[in-house]
């Protein structure tokens, strides 16, 4: 998995609407990739709720989320208005899992991501990753606050 310190792997997916999303559209942003295996399975369902559930309070602190899973803009756009999320989702699609192998996140035998989360500065510089011990356990959004405040108070020290 990518480490802290290291530059995010440049990339470019479709969202869940067709548009282009690049790590330089990320830029001058925090962002947190969302990394899952795929839509419409429970886990991957209960987790994009879960981070929903919080997603003003994110957005709040300055972070834009963005899920990444092998699925199709189409079915990502399906999973989206079935759950009721405005997270976008990004289709590492085809080639498949190619963003994700760069972040080293793709599991070959299974043919999917593994549950990970990777935070980038606004400069495309991996702040934070976090690869769950496996792909049924959900990453919580404690994680996430927990990791943002790390960082805020090693920026003001």
């Known amino acids: 998995?990518?480490?802290?310190?290291?530059?995010?792997?440049?990339?470019?997916?479709?969202?869940?609407?067709?548009?282009?999303?690049?790590?330089?559209?990320?830029?001058?942003?925090?962002?947190l990739l969302?990394?899952?295996?795929?839509?419409?399975?429970?886990?991957?369902?209960?987790?994009?709720?879960?981070?929903?559930?919080?997603?003003?309070?994110?957005?709040?602190?300055?972070?834009?989320?963005?899920?990444?899973?092998?699925?199709?803009?189409?079915?990502?756009?399906?999973?989206?208005?079935?759950?009721g999320t405005t997270i976008p989702l990004l289709a590492d699609f085809e080639p498949k899992g190619e963003?994700?192998?760069k972040f080293g996140v793709y599991i070959d035998e299974r043919g999917h991501n593994e549950r990970a989360l990777v935070m980038i500065d606004p400069d495309g510089v991996v702040l934070w990753s976090y690869m769950s011990p496996s792909p049924l356990e959900i990453p919580g959004a404690n994680l996430i606050f927990d990791a943002l405040d790390e960082q805020r108070a090693a920026s003001t020290r």
């Not at 879960?50 to 989320?65: C, D, H, M, T, W």
């Open 1 to 31: 998995m990518i480490e802290p310190g290291s530059q995010a792997p440049d990339f470019t997916l479709r969202d869940q609407d067709g548009n282009k999303v690049s790590l330089d559209d990320l830029k001058g942003q925090t962002s």
């Open 34 to 83: 969302v990394f899952y295996p795929l839509d419409f399975s429970p886990v991957c369902t209960d987790q994009l709720n879960i981070y929903q559930e919080v997603l003003s309070e994110l957005e709040a602190k300055g972070v834009r989320l963005y899920g990444v899973s092998v699925d199709s803009a189409f079915c990502h756009k399906a999973f989206q208005q079935h759950l």
């Open 99 to 101: 963003v994700a192998r």
